[in-house]
């Protein structure tokens, strides 16, 4: 079946990194994004990676992939108070282009 | 440039009311999508179109049904409204449904409460 799975709290201190994981079930996933959703606000994408790519770097963040175990992580160096929210896992399935499968979401509250 | 846009933000129903949920995007794109957000969940689709004049059922369609008549406007209708509806429902679209190009903006969403 289709799920992605997520923790749904991690509590980090201001400029430490942040490690937020994902595991997924679908082999077939071709895409795999990270959104962001600030309070009150709608789901806004940070950053996305091929299937057949490892790693993939942008400024403060990283996005590692591990095919084999299904497992994705975004990692946040030097976490700041304007990183507080809520990063949703995604994939999309080659057999069906159309359908997103969200996980539930980590909220992502930083202590000072 | 707007995007996504929703309205209203935030509505308060009585069981057995009825509401349309609006949905305009100003970026041409082809494909609309409606998901709702339940606590401690992801976003389920509920419908999703690929053009105007073209409407198919997400994951949780039924007490919703949706139209587009125009490639901007993607409307969706609660013809019954029951608590099980209570959520925050986002509306989004994208240029493309190929596996590439399927990135999805959003709308800053509605809160609808059944009561």
């Known amino acids: 079946g289709e799920d992605v799975e997520q923790s749904l709290f991690l509590s980090v201190r201001e400029g430490d990194s942040s490690v937020i994981n994902c595991t997924y079930t679908?082999?077939?996933?071709?895409?795999l994004y990270w959104y962001k959703q600030e309070p009150g606000a709608g789901l806004q994408l940070l950053t996305y990676?091929?299937?057949?790519?490892d790693m993939k770097q942008d400024q403060r963040l990283t996005v590692l992939l591990n095919k084999k175990d299904k497992h994705l992580s975004l990692r946040i160096a030097d976490t700041q108070t304007g990183d507080s929210a809520i990063y949703f896992c995604?994939?999309?399935?080659?057999?069906?282009?159309?359908?997103?499968?969200f996980g539930s979401g980590t909220r992502l509250s930083i202590r000072p | 440039n707007a995007g996504v846009t929703q309205t209203p933000k935030f509505r308060i129903l009585k069981i057995g009311q009825s509401m349309t949920l609006q949905c305009t995007q100003d970026?041409?794109?082809?494909?609309m999508y409606w998901y709702r957000q339940d606590p401690g969940m992801g976003l389920k689709l509920i419908y999703y179109?690929?053009?105007?004049?073209?409407?198919d059922k997400g994951e949780v369609p039924n007490g919703y049904n949706v139209s587009r008549s125009t490639t901007e406007d993607f409307p969706l209708r609660l013809e019954l409204a029951a608590p099980s509806q209570t959520s925050v429902y986002f509306c989004a679209s994208s240029y493309s449904q190929s596996a590439s190009g399927n990135i999805q903006y959003f709308g800053a969403g509605t809160r609808l409460s059944v009561l």
């Open positions: 970026m041409n794109h082809n494909y």
């Open positions: 995604a994939e999309i399935l080659y057999s069906s282009a159309s359908k997103i499968i």
């Open positions: 179109s690929v053009g105007a004049g073209i409407t």
């Open positions: 679908d082999s077939s996933s071709t895409y």
């Open positions: 990676i091929f299937s057949n790519m």
